[in-house]
């Protein structure tokens, strides 16, 4: 009777399912794709925090998943427009659950009112960070590092005018360094601006769209060149997916769904899966 008791434990532990793993992505519209189809991509395959029907980047690394034969509950909370300080303030009953995975993503110039200036930026992910770890002691958080505004590079004042494409890019990923080295709550920050900035450099991306885009090129940002393209939200989906994952973002190929529904050429699918997977094994 005892053996077929643990034989039938045994059975009962073989046929449940593993859970799924959980992750969720704090951010604004450069997490929920705003001004492009990404942001109305598979809202139901995601769930939206804020009830506001966005996929997103997050549908994106969902749909990844997939076909990656990877189970997550993806999960998102976005406020246009709003830096991790407000996410905080404001969207503590969202946010403050047990995870497994947080992405947090930033104002697009660390802070609003001092531009390129990381202490309110830090500040606000490693309060968030130890929200989170107060739910869960083993969640991962990770810091998302944005990609150089082209209008800020190109037109408008800004510490980043007439610097050049990478330059931008560089203090965003120097302010996320910062958040880490003061946050032993924050596992590290995914490279999603260098990853950007590699295309412009490896020629499959155009650095300068105020002057036409090159043939064979690509423009990551959209018609604001402020906000990213389908193609550029799709890089920095794939980045963060492999970032979390380990999954190498090539193995998912010309064929990839994601990139399919929005109509991207499979070369460049697979060019941009091959610039992502350069940037996080760099």
Same mark, same amino acid.
């Given at each position: 009777m005892r053996i077929g008791i643990i034989v039938a434990a045994l059975g009962a532990l073989i046929?449940?399912?593993?859970?799924a793993e959980t992750i969720l992505f704090v951010g604004n519209s450069f997490t929920f794709g705003a001004n492009?189809?990404?942001?109305?991509?598979?809202?139901?395959?995601?769930?939206? %925090?804020?009830r506001e029907g966005i996929g997103g980047v997050p549908a994106l690394f969902k749909t990844f998943a997939e076909q990656a034969k990877l189970d997550w509950k993806v999960n998102l909370e976005t406020v246009p427009g709003k830096d991790l300080a407000y996410h905080f303030e404001h969207k503590q009953r969202q946010i403050d659950r047990r995870w497994d995975v947080v992405i947090l993503q930033g104002y697009s110039t660390l802070d609003p009112e001092k531009p390129g200036d990381p202490m309110r930026h830090a500040g606000a992910a490693a309060q968030l960070a130890a929200m989170v770890k107060r739910a869960n002691s083993k969640v991962r958080?990770?810091?998302?590092?944005?990609?150089s505004r082209a209008d800020l590079t190109y037109r408008h004042p800004s510490p980043w005018r007439g610097q050049g494409y990478a330059?931008?890019?560089?203090?965003?990923?120097?302010g996320n360094a910062l958040a880490v080295r003061a946050s032993s709550d924050i596992a590290g920050a995914i490279p999603v601006g260098q990853a950007w900035t590699r295309a412009m450099r490896d020629r499959i991306a155009d650095p300068n769209p105020y002057d036409g885009i090159a043939f064979g090129?690509?423009? %990551?940002w959209t018609w604001d060149q402020y906000h990213a393209s389908a193609a550029g939200y799709y890089l920095e989906a794939l980045t963060i997916f492999g970032r979390v994952?380990?999954?190498?973002?090539?193995? %998912?190929?010309?064929?990839?769904?994601?990139?399919?529904?929005?109509?991207?050429e499979p070369q460049l699918m697979e060019r941009l899966q091959a610039v992502a997977q350069a940037e996080l094994t760099a």
């Amino acid at each position: 009777m005892r053996i077929g008791i643990i034989v039938a434990a045994l059975g009962a532990l073989i046929a449940t399912p593993a859970a799924a793993e959980t992750i969720l992505f704090v951010g604004n519209s450069f997490t929920f794709g705003a001004n492009s189809p990404v942001m109305r991509y598979r809202p139901d395959a995601v769930t939206d %925090l804020n009830r506001e029907g966005i996929g997103g980047v997050p549908a994106l690394f969902k749909t990844f998943a997939e076909q990656a034969k990877l189970d997550w509950k993806v999960n998102l909370e976005t406020v246009p427009g709003k830096d991790l300080a407000y996410h905080f303030e404001h969207k503590q009953r969202q946010i403050d659950r047990r995870w497994d995975v947080v992405i947090l993503q930033g104002y697009s110039t660390l802070d609003p009112e001092k531009p390129g200036d990381p202490m309110r930026h830090a500040g606000a992910a490693a309060q968030l960070a130890a929200m989170v770890k107060r739910a869960n002691s083993k969640v991962r958080v990770e810091l998302v590092t944005t990609w150089s505004r082209a209008d800020l590079t190109y037109r408008h004042p800004s510490p980043w005018r007439g610097q050049g494409y990478a330059a931008m890019a560089e203090t965003l990923a120097a302010g996320n360094a910062l958040a880490v080295r003061a946050s032993s709550d924050i596992a590290g920050a995914i490279p999603v601006g260098q990853a950007w900035t590699r295309a412009m450099r490896d020629r499959i991306a155009d650095p300068n769209p105020y002057d036409g885009i090159a043939f064979g090129q690509v423009d %990551l940002w959209t018609w604001d060149q402020y906000h990213a393209s389908a193609a550029g939200y799709y890089l920095e989906a794939l980045t963060i997916f492999g970032r979390v994952t380990g999954v190498d973002v090539r193995t %998912l190929g010309r064929n990839e769904r994601a990139g399919r529904d929005l109509g991207l050429e499979p070369q460049l699918m697979e060019r941009l899966q091959a610039v992502a997977q350069a940037e996080l094994t760099a």
